[in-house]
């Protein structure tokens, strides 16, 4: 031991008899050992010499049994030990293939195999059991971190403790006698450690510590299995004798038949030599005969591989080795055991197994820890099952949700078998624990159908319908019998395969019988290709190309402030250091790749690729100075967009691909599902696979080792192949037929009398179809599926039948001219043009196909596949695109151009194709062009233009009564029937749906002279009492308009109804309709929960439609406003022109003037609401200061009053139109509002100078 560790273990104190006298540095010296472990090396020499020196042993487990009132050094202790008895794979992560390391794997186990038999006492367990339940005793209120820490490492400890493994070469127990691990368990009941257990995975507010729960309790239940349980304690049962009688009677008779075998082996007289046989018609080595050297009665055992020395069989063919045998505790451990699990199903299983799902599932585990889960799981329920069957006490895991969840650790744990082949073994063990759950939830239902409560038998029968009506489900066992590989799956998981298989069919098939017709769901895997097109290396190089693309990279620049993002930075790297090109040549390509990137118009990503690659090279300031400022680099990169840079010539392109865009072909899988009627006899002709039925024959070899259920499920199965789908010719192999001969004459047939009536079958059936077929002995050497079965049994195939057809030399000559001539060609598919081209007309399309293949003309079957109309025509010829422009100018003032143009047109091509050439020729400038025209279309609504405000008034004049959805109809396009362009059809409806919202929102909006429909709906909300809403959307109207932008980049606003009233009137009929009319659009989808201001909506639009809202009061002067509202349009026109005739520019500024007076001195008033809210004008007017009110006259405050609460906002936005005079807005229109605002402010003005 090193002289440190010396030191520090001496310093703990000494063991004298009974007694432990601790130093006063023992505290210390604990946690110097702690720090000493923490910086051990990779052989874990520290812990191996305080193993070796008894550490645990001798100082630290009566120093926590004699010494646990001092609570510092108790949990140091309980620290230490937690660290020394953690598993020897924990230390070295995986069991070391190096011999060096493996010594020291195999002494750190051996170390801990000692601490395991030193735990072995009731005295240690003892002061861990107080300790625990004194700290389980406080309230969570008084516990304290330190106190959670010393439970968790307390179960942390008993965990190590039990983990560790048994040595069988030290302990040398047999069946029912105390093992180590016996005694381990039997301490921790006397102790009561165990009532703890039980209280922790029942107790609502301990769940932290579920997982810890489990994981002992799975290690207390290591070597037990469930059936012995439950045969603890109580006598044989009839079945467990007769089984034993049976067992007892075929080693008798084993016994028997060698006795009489040697017996006659051995002679009448006593042969000194021998003897010596030439055995006639068994060639040796050489020409002549064999010479047998021994007695005559062995020679039937006689082989040509006597004295050869064994073959060995690699590493990686191997069986995979079966984990270590199960053995039976002593008889008081197995009671108290079995009391612990009637206990723990009735108290807590159903609780915890809640608790560690929930954390399985929300990933708050270690990895690999549900394999604790699966384990409880099958062994409870197995136990359940055992002692008195009861379906509430498994309720928790007997649920689809189970089923579920086993079956995708299944699958999981296959693929991790298949990719992690060094783990292989582990995998193959989890996967192992996850079928045997699955087993038992199989079990568990077949005893709900048994038994007497008629709602366990309702609920079985649903969960049946469930997992056998999902093809998952019904699929696991075909699956893994398919995947069954014997070198990495050991035998006891392919009898738990198999007889898990037996009880599922036999499940299914009597589920079926009581039902006449049964549905189940089907998934098909459909794979197709995708055809997509390849981007261009380098984008159109033309000047006005260039030009555009530059603006396009300018603006976008430009906008975002020449700011680029961390991931774009960090991301962007133009130098390969290990790379063999040169620097210079390097550099080059990085001034290509810039350029490419605006060609392709990435603005960031360009100057993103500038700046880097200006911090690679700076010398030269070939990629801009240091300091250099944006606008200089924007000028370098318009510089390299229009440099002539020198590029690598690309690869010539194969003779094959004439097309002129590349394709690129990629498998896509579609899964389609569906419902079919259910066939048992359809599901069993699943299972007639050679790869299914070689497990079940591999099996069948250790005949003599199974248990008599085993072998009844592999009869079983061979069974339903052999008479029930009538394929015994699949068994006909001649390996299954040594294996019948060895049943036959073993001594102990009469154990197997159901596989021995078997073999006798198929060997009856095979010498008859022998007499038949004189080819059926070389079949025995081959397995067979289903077409081989029924050709040897129904008779090969003729000569001829079903060959290919063959090609004279002149055909072959006469395809290869048509095909030469013919492929260049536009055509669409060549092998439509060939076929009738061809002297013998009987060809097939496939015929020809496989022909070009074979001679070499195509690569492969995929290039000549046959195209779906209009889908992959791609080239335009000159005449086509004279055709296009043709039709074109002939149809482009139609209503529908894009549908007369696919009529028109002779080559046929999909609707996206005509699109993109149109677009491409400069014929039309943007999609919406093509668009079909409405019938009663209006000036200004199919251009692209922004709609002036008299054509807007002058169009809702004319459809203020059309139907929005009639016009939704009217703009519908046809539904495109070709599959390969519909993610070009799905562009154009998003598009096409935009321009529909456009034309509504800008439909629906008007202002106040013209619409009097809207003034009546507000009257009438005005009489419903909803004058608070109306005044609320006026003035959330007027605040969108304040914060429309002027250059038309908007966004739809959402209307929010703060108040309970503006909530109510926002499901109010009548409002919504007003809504409408305004323009407000409703939510779109869930995505969208409240009405929005549509962004096509413009500033005077917003404008108006809040002045609609404003109730019609009649005017003092005789109301003609009201009537000018009420009277036509050309004489409202009228009016208005000679309104503002007599207003003069001088009136209009004095009156500006006297307005900005006044909105100096109203302060309060002069701000716009900023967003959406529930305050309205009139109250925002109650908050002017009192001098100026007191200021005014009676007449005045009327006249202001009322103007405040009809128009509100509107009276500023007005006179701030006329100001910035907008070339948009129509003086006409707010000529009569100028009018009265005018007589407000001269009226206020002279008030002033008063």
């Not at 009671?335 to 009637?342: A, D, S, Y």
């Not at 530059?550 to 250091?577: M, N, R, Y």
């Not at 209006?938 to 009564?961: I, P, W």
Request: proline share 3%; hydrophobic share 35%.
């Amino acid at each position: 031991m090193n002289c440190e560790l010396l030191a520090t273990c001496s310093a703990l104190g000494y063991l004298e008899q009974d007694s432990y006298h601790k130093e006063a540095d023992c505290l210390e010296s604990v946690k110097d050992l702690i720090r000493f472990l923490r910086h051990e090396d990779d052989t874990r020499d520290v812990r191996q010499q305080l193993g070796a020196g008894q550490i645990v042993q001798n100082d630290l487990l009566p120093i926590i049994i004699q010494h646990g009132q001092d609570k510092a050094l108790f949990d140091a202790c309980i620290r230490l030990m937690v660290n020394l008895t953690q598993p020897a794979m924990l230390c070295f992560g995986k069991v070391p293939d190096d011999p060096v390391f493996r010594h020291h794997f195999l002494q750190v186990t051996s170390h801990l195999q000692a601490y395991k038999e030193a735990f072995a006492g009731e005295a240690v367990f003892g002061i861990l059991s107080e300790t625990l339940y004194t700290l389980l005793q406080l309230d969570w209120e008084q516990r304290q971190e330190e106190d959670n820490l010393l439970i968790e490492r307390i179960l942390l400890l008993v965990r190590n403790v039990l983990h560790v493994p048994a040595d069988p070469c030290e302990e040398k127990k047999v069946d029912d006698d105390a093992s180590i691990h016996d005694r381990l368990l039997w301490a921790i009941h006397m102790s009561g450690f165990d009532d703890l257990i039980k209280f922790l995975a029942s107790a609502q507010s301990e769940q932290q510590w579920s997982m810890h729960v489990l994981e002992i309790i799975s290690l207390m239940f290591r070597d037990q299995t469930p059936e012995a349980l439950v045969s603890a304690g109580h006598a044989r049962s009839a079945e467990e004798k007769h089984r034993d009688s049976q067992e007892l009677e075929a080693l008798r008779q084993k016994e028997q038949a060698a006795k009489r075998s040697r017996t006659l082996q051995r002679g009448s007289r006593h042969s000194r030599f021998g003897g010596s046989y030439v055995v006639e018609g068994l060639k040796s080595i050489g020409d002549r005969d064999v010479i047998y050297h021994r007695n005559v009665h062995n020679f039937k055992s006689y082989t040509h591989d006597t004295g050869k020395a064994v073959r060995r069989v690699a590493k990686r063919n191997r069986q995979a080795r079966e984990s270590k045998d199960k053995r039976r505790s002593a008889l008081n451990v197995r009671l108290f055991l079995r009391e612990f699990c009637v206990d723990f199903l009735e108290n807590c299983y159903n609780r915890l197994m809640y608790l560690v799902k929930e954390s399985l599932i929300r990933e708050q585990t270690q990895q690999h820890d549900e394999t604790y889960y699966l384990w409880a799981l099958s062994f409870f329920m197995a136990f359940n099952r055992g002692n008195g069957f009861r379906a509430d006490l498994v309720s928790e895991t007997m649920s689809i949700r189970a089923f579920h969840y086993i079956e995708r650790n299944i699958t999981n744990y296959y693929e991790m078998l298949l990719t992690d082949r060094k783990e292989a073994t582990s995998w193959s063990r989890r996967m192992h624990l996850a079928l045997k759950a699955y087993q038992e939830l199989l079990l568990t239902v077949h005893e709900m159908d048994c038994s007497q409560d008629e709602n366990i038998r309702q609920s079985s029968s649903v969960i049946k319908s469930n997992i056998f009506y999902l093809m998952e489900y019904r699929d696991i066992f075909l699956t893994l019998l398919r995947k069954y590989d014997e070198t990495s799956q050991p035998q006891s998981y392919l009898i738990d395969l198999v007889e898990s298989t037996h009880l599922f069919l036999r499940m299914l098939e009597r589920f079926c019988k009581g039902r006449k017709s049964l549905m189940f769901q089907k998934k098909k895997v459909r794979r197709r290709r995708s055809h997509s097109k390849k981007k261009p290396l380098v984008a159109e190089t033309s000047p006005e190309a260039l030009a555009e693309t530059w603006k396009i990279v300018e603006e976008e620049l430009k906008a975002s402030g020449f700011q680029l993002s961390e991931s774009l930075t960090e991301s962007t790297v133009p130098f390969d250091a290990t790379s063999e090109t040169p620097l210079e040549e390097q550099r080059t390509e990085a001034m290509v790749r810039v350029q490419d990137a605006l060609l392709v118009r990435l603005a960031p990503e360009a100057l993103g690729l500038l700046r880097a690659a200006r911090e690679v090279w700076p010398e030269g300031d070939v990629f801009g100075s240091a300091d250099v400022e944006p606008e200089e680099e924007l000028e370098l990169l318009k510089q390299i967009l229009h440099a002539n840079l020198p590029r690598p010539s690309p690869e010539p392109a194969p003779e094959e691909e004439y097309d002129a865009a590349e394709v690129e072909e990629e498998e896509l899988e579609s899964v389609q599902v569906s419902e079919q009627e259910f066939n048992f006899l359809d599901f069993i002709k699943r299972f007639a696979n050679p790869s299914i039925v070689r497990p079940y024959l591999l099996l069948l070899k250790t005949y003599s080792k199974n248990t008599p259920h085993t072998n009844h499920c592999i009869a079983r199965m061979l069974h339903r192949l052999a008479v029930d789908l009538k394929m015994e010719a699949q068994i006909f192999q001649l390996s299954v037929f040594n294996l019948f001969n060895k049943i036959l004459s073993d001594p102990a047939a009469a154990a197997y009398k159901e596989l021995v009536t078997f073999a006798k079958f198929v060997l009856k059936r095979f010498f008859s179809l022998a007499a038949q077929n004189n080819k059926a002995y070389v079949e025995l050497l081959f397995w067979k599926n289903v077409g081989a079965v029924r050709e040897m049994t129904e008779g090969y195939s003729k000569d001829g039948e079903g060959t290919k057809p063959t090609w004279t030399e002149e055909e072959e000559e006469e395809l290869r001219r048509f095909y030469e001539e013919h492929r260049d060609s536009e055509v669409p598919d060549i092998v439509e043009t060939l076929l009738p081209l061809l002297s013998n007309s009987t060809r097939t399309r496939r015929q020809v196909v496989m022909q070009l293949v074979h001679m070499g003309l195509v690569e492969n079957a995929k290039a000549l596949k046959k195209q779906k109309k209009g889908t992959q025509i791609v080239l335009w010829t000159e005449e086509q695109e004279e055709e296009l422009q043709m039709l074109y100018e002939e149809y482009k003032d139609s209503d529908d151009v894009l549908g007369n143009l696919l009529k028109k047109l002779t080559a046929k091509r999909s609707r996206a194709r005509v699109v993109d050439k149109l677009l491409s020729m400069g014929l039309v400038s943007e999609r919406r062009e093509l668009y079909k025209k409405r019938s009663r279309s209006t000036h200004g609504k199919s251009s692209g233009k922004r709609m002036t405000e008299e054509e807007f008034n002058d169009g809702l004049t004319q459809d203020s009564q059309d139907d929005p959805g009639d016009r939704d109809d009217e703009d519908e396009e046809e539904d495109e029937s070709e599959e390969s362009d519909k993610e070009e059809e799905e562009e154009e409806e998003q598009e096409r749906e935009t321009q529909k919202g456009k034309r509504r929102s800008q439909s629906l909006v008007s202002t106040i002279e013209r619409r009097p429909d809207v003034s009546a709906m507000v009257s009438a909300l005005l009489q419903e009492g909803m004058s608070g809403p109306l005044l609320w959307l006026q003035n959330s109207l007027y605040s969108t308009a304040d914060h429309r932008n002027p250059d038309g980049l908007a966004q739809d606003v959402p209307l929010v109804p703060l108040l309970e009233d503006n909530e109510d009137a926002m499901e109010n009929k009548n409002f919504k309709k007003l809504l409408r009319k305004l323009g407000i659009r409703p939510p779109k989808n869930n995505q969208e929960s409240f009405w929005r201001i549509p962004a096509q909506i413009s500033t005077c639009q917003l404008q108006s439609a809040a002045a609609a809202l404003s109730p019609r009061e009649e005017d003092p002067n005789g109301g003609g406003e009201k009537d000018s509202s009420r009277s036509p349009p050309g004489e409202s026109q009228e009016e208005e022109e000679e309104e503002e005739e007599v207003i003069s520019g001088e009136q209009r500024a004095q009156a500006l003037r006297a307005l900005l007076l006044t909105r100096k001195r109203k302060h309060t008033t002069s701000g716009h609401t900023a967003a959406a809210s529930d305050f309205s004008p009139t109250e925002k007017m109650d908050n002017t200061p009192k001098r100026s009110r007191e200021k005014a006259a009676t007449k005045r405050s009327r006249v202001l009053d009322d103007d405040d609460e009809e128009n509100g906002d509107d009276f500023r936005m007005g006179m701030d139109m006329e100001t910035t005079g907008d070339a948009d807005s129509d003086g006409e229109d707010i000529s009569a509002p100028v009018k009265r605002r005018r007589k407000v402010v001269l009226i206020e003005e002279e008030e002033d100078e008063d």
